[in-house]
């Protein structure tokens, strides 16, 4: 095992090397320039159209507007928001902080253009259902089936990865940590628990999704600010910390890349997934009259996942200060121990139970990434049901694995997924700009949405 583990931190050093990291950035920054910084001047906007849960949807789709964000968000707001971000701090230093920042501005255009091109190639399976993701865009729109067969294959490799090991695996260690509970019994519940709704298809992921996720966004950002506020005098000189130590040699200024930015970016994309291919397969199952309108949805995932969440988390862990001692500098537990500084009798608690509720909501929405990539594969009805069991399983050996391995066996197949889809985003950039000039020209302005009150 140690031998594999070796075997594995190597090939995720060379996925995630400089290269990987221009390549995700940098595909971010030539979009944004392209679509003229949309992120900005559109997100209000797109805040408005994406948080209604009532707007009434008629559109051609499977799941509503809100569904479908809260399913993509259900993947993205997960442990990467607590333990990521806490791994980012200890190997990175508060610098790597910054760079999940710069990670999410540029991905917010990554997002909207990953999910323009999945509604705009997307099929009705043999199933009836709706079909989409980076697989499709690429066959239809690259005419490149082999690269389109690559991305569902790392897809479904991935899915057992980001959206399931490292899940039940942070979930197992912090609850043992705050209540001394056996991971092999942390994992047994979540994978009945996970079994119960996986099994009945993305509407019933939709469903659970739309319930889970506002609630445990607003309880972890709720009880976040309170703590910030409470002790206002630190928040400055957390912020200067953030913003000097991002510059820093440490960071790789003077030289190659170094730890800050490395797990800046590593840990923001493992957060927001912007450029990994995962959401877009859940906005193309969205109710829509246009493409450019559900990505912009989508692109508020981003926002929301780490200039809120991963902000909200982030700035604690650097105003504690905990992260300086090897005694307490430690990944899985790092979170829980900052919050209980500051709220000695709760701050674990929220921790723990927002730490549950995140990976749940996780393992929920990549248990529908991964059946949607081997669907592309096997176009299979059963393949799908024996994948959800399968992926059930899973979760229980994950919750007993070792974390670094979890984390190197997930970064390693979210670097590998990615490749394929910039590829694919690069090459259709000039689909996505037409897809926008069509929408701004003739839809956003002559044909608003219909916001129901």
């Given amino acids: 095992m140690e031998a594999f583990a070796k075997f594995v931190g190597q090939v995720n050093s060379f996925v ?9 950035v940098g595909t971010g920054v030539f979009l944004s320039i392209r679509l003229r910084f949309l992120q900005f001047s559109s997100l209000a906007y797109a805040l408005k159209l994406a948080l209604n849960p009532f707007k009434k949807d008629t559109a051609l789709g499977d799941i509503s507007h809100f569904g479908s964000l809260m399913t993509a968000l259900a993947a993205t707001i997960g442990t990467g928001n607590i333990v990521g971000v806490a791994t980012a701090v200890v190997a990175g230093g508060p610098g790597a902080v910054f760079w999940m920042w ?17 509604i705009r190639y997307r099929v009705i399976d043999k199933s009836g259902n709706m079909a989409g993701g980076p697989m499709y865009y690429i ?25 399931n090991m490292t899940q039940s695996n942070s979930v197992a260690n912090n609850i043992f940590g705050t209540f001394n ?7 047994l519940v979540l994978t009945v628990l996970t079994a119960a709704v996986v099994l009945g298809g993305v509407r019933r992921i939709a469903k659970a999704s739309s319930v889970i996720v506002p609630f445990m966004a607003l ?11 409470a002790n206002i005098g630190l928040f400055p000189l957390a912020l200067k910390t953030i913003f000097v130590e991002a510059f820093t040699l440490k960071a790789g200024f003077g030289g190659l890349l170094g730890a800050t930015i490395r797990y800046g ?13 995962s959401a877009p397969i859940a906005a193309a199952a969205a109710k829509t009259d246009h493409p450019c309108r559900q990505a912009l949805v989508s692109m508020t995932g981003t926002f929301l996942d780490t200039i809120i969440v991963c902000s909200v988390n982030g700035i604690i862990l650097v105003m504690a200060g905990l992260y300086l001692d090897p005694e307490t500098a430690k990944a899985s537990t790092l979170t829980s121990s900052s919050f209980a500084k500051f709220l000695p009798s709760v701050g674990a608690l929220v ?15 990549w248990s529908y990434y991964g059946e949607r990539c081997l669907y592309y594969l096997t176009e299979s009805p059963m393949a799908s049901f024996v994948y959800r069991l399968i992926f059930s399983i899973f979760i229980f050996i994950g919750a007993t694995m070792e ?34 000039k069509e929408f701004y020209a003739n839809y956003y302005k002559k044909n608003p949405p219909v916001i129901a009150h």
């Fill in 351 to 365: 921790v723990s139970v927002s730490l549950v509720f995140f990976a749940y909501s996780t393992i929920l929405g």
């Fill in 16 to 24: 995630w090397g400089p290269w990987m990291l221009f390549f995700l």
């Fill in 265 to 277: 970016v590593a840990r923001g994309v493992f957060s927001n997934e912007a450029g990994l291919g």
């Fill in 181 to 187: 509970v056996p991971p092999f019994a942390t994992g």
């Fill in 219 to 229: 309880l972890y950002v709720f009880v976040g600010l309170i703590i910030i506020l």
């Fill in 102 to 118: 710069v990670t999410a501005i540029f991905g917010m255009a990554t997002k909207y253009g990953e999910a323009v091109l999945a």
């Fill in 139 to 163: 066959e239809k729109g690259m005419n490149l089936k082999w690269l389109a067969v690559l991305f569902a294959v790392f897809g479904v490799a991935a899915s057992f990865g980001i959206g």
């Fill in 403 to 436: 974390l670094n391995l979890a984390w190197d066996i997930s970064d390693t197949f979210n670097g590998a997924m990615a490749i394929p889809n910039l590829i694919g985003l690069l090459a259709l950039s000039g689909v996505i700009i037409a897809q926008t």
